[in-house]
């Protein structure tokens, strides 16, 4: 790698519903989304988050492949949890309730 890499200045975010944190980071032009979220202090503040396996993206918009996708300026790599619940399912379980109540 060359001395003169241009250092960029990048945020990781990751929140849990009670505990939220932003990582400002310098980091050098074509660092991914994936080696950012690495570098960050993620895994030492939240149990249990595997990086590898984490949707990611950028302001909002989901990253397809967050290994490959480089980081510009001033960007913001959001850490996504999984879902706890297919929100369909919990839908469809709920409709089905409620028709049996009004069944009976």
Do not use: C, W
Not at 99 to 104: D, I, L, N, R, V
């Amino acid at each position: 790698m060359a001395n003169n890499t241009e250092m960029i200045e990048v945020e990781v975010a990751y929140a849990l519903p009670h505990k939220q944190r932003i990582y400002a980071l310098m980091v050098e032009q074509g660092t991914t989304a994936l080696e950012a979220a690495q570098r960050s202090n993620v895994l030492d503040d939240f149990e249990g988050v595997d990086l590898e396996a984490a949707k990611m993206g950028v302001f909002g918009q989901t990253i397809k492949a967050p290994a490959k996708h480089e980081l510009q300026k001033g960007d913001r790599v959001e850490i996504y949890r999984p879902l706890i619940a297919d929100p369909k399912e919990v839908r469809r379980r709920r409709a089905a309730k409620a028709a049996g109540k009004s069944e009976g």
